[in-house]
Every structure is written in structure tokens, then in C-alpha cells.
């Protein structure tokens, strides 16, 4: 039986490796023949080095194209979060939040607080971690939620996007009292609860108490009926304190006058 080259080999490998569409495989090829050739690894620790660094950058790909689909507007992380200017907030509860069990137990988390605390940068870190965690995630402002229902609803297509929105594991509804509800709104976004109900998680955030849901969706016959659903699996989470935006500002203007 005649010995293949060694170099003979190497091309093949090579070859493999775009057949197999594994680029980064490729790319660290040489690099971890060399490691081999000076004693520093082994075959077997070569093989799980690139087939490691394959895995990372897939699971990369993966988290980036699932990032674009969840329509996070920015990439937040707890560990970006200065849990010290809000002691107001229980840090712990939060980071259970953050092992996602909530979303296998399809409840809704309620943000609570005055604008500037932190609630949408706690949704988002969450809606990320679910991401990296595999699960399907889709964050919208109220208020763009809303106007996608009316245009649906408009277009003979309200069944179709109610569909659509309940798919993903997790939906973050950002922004609940910032804007004024159009008329019908309310009426919509029940529908969409109603769909979700003990189906999917949701986290919602909001600059206004529930007693005030009546004022924001202009029916306090429908804001009674979406916080039956809402509240009957859920977590609520206030924050008291200052704006997180206010400090920066304060900030500034302390280090411009100093």
C-alpha cells in the first residue's frame, strides 16, 4: 500500500473543509498543523481546536441574524446595567429573569418606573440573553405595534400578523404610555394578548401604573380586560429613581463647569 503525502493530505483536508463550508476551519488550518508539528497539541486536540472554532463562529452567525430578526433597536446587556444607581431594584430578581424560565412558563413581565430608569435596557438584555439561548424573540415600541395592527386590519391581513407576532417565544412590547393609543388600538393589542394568553412570554415596559391603563388605551373596559391576561402569569418589576439619561447629563455638565 503506498503512503500518501503528507502535503497530499493537507489538500485534501482542505478540500473537505469547502466542501463542508467550514471556514473558519480552513482559516485556522495552518496555524494548528504548525501547534501539531511543534509538539503543542496532538491529532485529537487539533481536531476539537477546529472544529471549536467552526462551532463559535456558526453560533456567532446565528446570534447576529437572530439579533436582526428580534429588531432589537440596540444591543443591551445586564452586565451593562448599574444595578448601584437603582437600589430600588432587586438585582437578583432580575438575574433569575435572565435563566429565561419565565418564557418556558409563557408568563409576562411587567417593567414598571418613570422614564430614564433602566426598564427598556432590562428588556432588551433579557430579549438578548433569549436569543443566545435559541429562543425566537421579536421587540416593538407600543406604539409601532399598534400602527402594524391598524395597517393589517386596514389590509384584510389582521389574522395573519396576530399569527405572526404570537410565533416567536418571546415579545417585548416596549414603551407602554409614552404615546397616546389610536382609536381601535386598544382593541387590537387585546386581540394579540388574547392570542398570547398562557402561549408565549411577553415583557412589557411602561412609565405608567396599571390604574392608569385606562387613561393610555382611552377604554378602561378593554385596559380591564388586557390586565386580567396580562397580570394572571406574571412578574412585576418597579424601579424607583432617578434617570439613568439625567446622571449622564448631570455628568456633563459637573466636568464642563468644574
Not at 429588531?71 to 437600589?87: E, H, I, M, N, W
Not at 392570542?195 to 388605551?217: C, H, P, Q
Request: proline share 4%; glycine share 8%; charged share 25%.
Amino acid at each position: 500500500m503506498t503512503d500518501v503525502p503528507q502535503s497530499s493530505r493537507v489538500d485534501s483536508i482542505r478540500k473537505s473543509l469547502v466542501s463542508l463550508k467550514m471556514p473558519r476551519a480552513l482559516e485556522m488550518l495552518d496555524v494548528t498543523l504548525r501547534r501539531i508539528e511543534q509538539g503543542q497539541i496532538d491529532g485529537i486536540e487539533a481536531i476539537d481546536d477546529l472544529l471549536g472554532e467552526e462551532t463559535s463562529l456558526r453560533e456567532n452567525r446565528r446570534v447576529k441574524a437572530a439579533l436582526r430578526m428580534a429588531r432589537l433597536p440596540v444591543v443591551k446587556t445586564l452586565a451593562g446595567y448599574d444595578f448601584s444607581f437603582q437600589p430600588s431594584l432587586d438585582r437578583n430578581r432580575v438575574m433569575t429573569l435572565a435563566g429565561l424560565d419565565f418564557i418556558d412558563r409563557a408568563e409576562v413581565v411587567h417593567l414598571l418606573g418613570p422614564p430614564g430608569t433602566g426598564k427598556s435596557h432590562i428588556a432588551t438584555a433579557l430579549a438578548v440573553e433569549a436569543v443566545r439561548a435559541g429562543k425566537s424573540v421579536y421587540f416593538i415600541p407600543l406604539a409601532d405595534l399598534i400602527a402594524q395592527l391598524v395597517k393589517a386590519e386596514r389590509e384584510g391581513s389582521l389574522r395573519e400578523r396576530i399569527r405572526f407576532l404570537t410565533r416567536a417565544s418571546l415579545l417585548v412590547v416596549d414603551e407602554i404610555g409614552y404615546l397616546p393609543v389610536t382609536p381601535g388600538g386598544a382593541n387590537l393589542f387585546f386581540q394579540l394578548v388574547n392570542a398570547r394568553y398562557e402561549k408565549g412570554a411577553m415583557i412589557l415596559t411602561s412609565n405608567r401604573g396599571f390604574s392608569e391603563w385606562g387613561d393610555v388605551f382611552g377604554d378602561p373596559v378593554v385596559a380591564t380586560a388586557l390586565l386580567d391576561r396580562l397580570l394572571h402569569h406574571a412578574v412585576v418589576i418597579q424601579i424607583e429613581g432617578s434617570s439613568y439619561r439625567m446622571r449622564e447629563h448631570a455628568a456633563l455638565v459637573a466636568r464642563r463647569s468644574g
